[in-house]
């Protein structure tokens, strides 16, 4: 694969100016996949709820919160973009340009996790999203990782 910086014939991400389209509306889709990928870990909380005979109802938020990470981790572990991301044409890529591994996805899962429970972080990452060239989120600029236009390669 070219390196999007130098024009080699390394792997990287692109960079924001020379490439651009990479990173439009990133931060639109992001927002529009994650309700989304809500919808759908709803949906499937409330499904799965049955096999337990309702008594996840006891423990809802545990219960919901343990189907999140797990379908975030495997969507992400498998084609480096939840269900959300995919309708809207963006995926997670790693520093060098390669998709997520399981270990990765498991790293921003958890730092997903972590940016939701800590309300400042959050707000620092969307921040973030808003103000870096490659739109990373505090997770993704800790990783290393960063959403692109899959539609622009």
């Known amino acids: 694969m070219t390196d999007f910086t130098t024009g080699t014939h390394d792997m990287h991400l692109p ?21 989304v990928d809500v919808l759908i870990i709803s949906i499937l909380t409330a499904f799965l709820s049955i096999f337990t005979l309702f008594t ?3 423990f809802w938020p545990l219960f919901y ?3 999140s990470f797990l379908y975030r981790w495997t969507t992400l572990a498998g ?17 060098d340009g390669s998709y997520l ?13 972590a940016s939701v429970a800590i309300f400042p972080a959050q707000l ?5 999203m808003l103000l870096s060239p490659r739109r990373q989120g505090l ?3 800790i990783l290393g990782t960063a959403v692109l236009n899959t539609r622009a390669q």
């Open 124 to 128: 620092i990452s969307i921040a973030m």
């Open 79 to 95: 084609k480096s973009a939840t269900l959300g991301m995919r309708l809207f044409a963006i995926e997670l890529r790693r520093n």
């Open 65 to 67: 919160a343990v189907i």
């Open 139 to 141: 997770t993704d600029a």
């Open 56 to 58: 996840a109802l006891f």
């Open 15 to 35: 960079h924001p100016e020379t490439h651009p389209e990479f990173y439009e509306d990133v931060v639109s889709k992001r927002l529009l996949a994650w309700l």
């Open 101 to 113: 591994d399981g270990g990765t996805a498991f790293l921003h899962t958890a730092g997903y996790f």
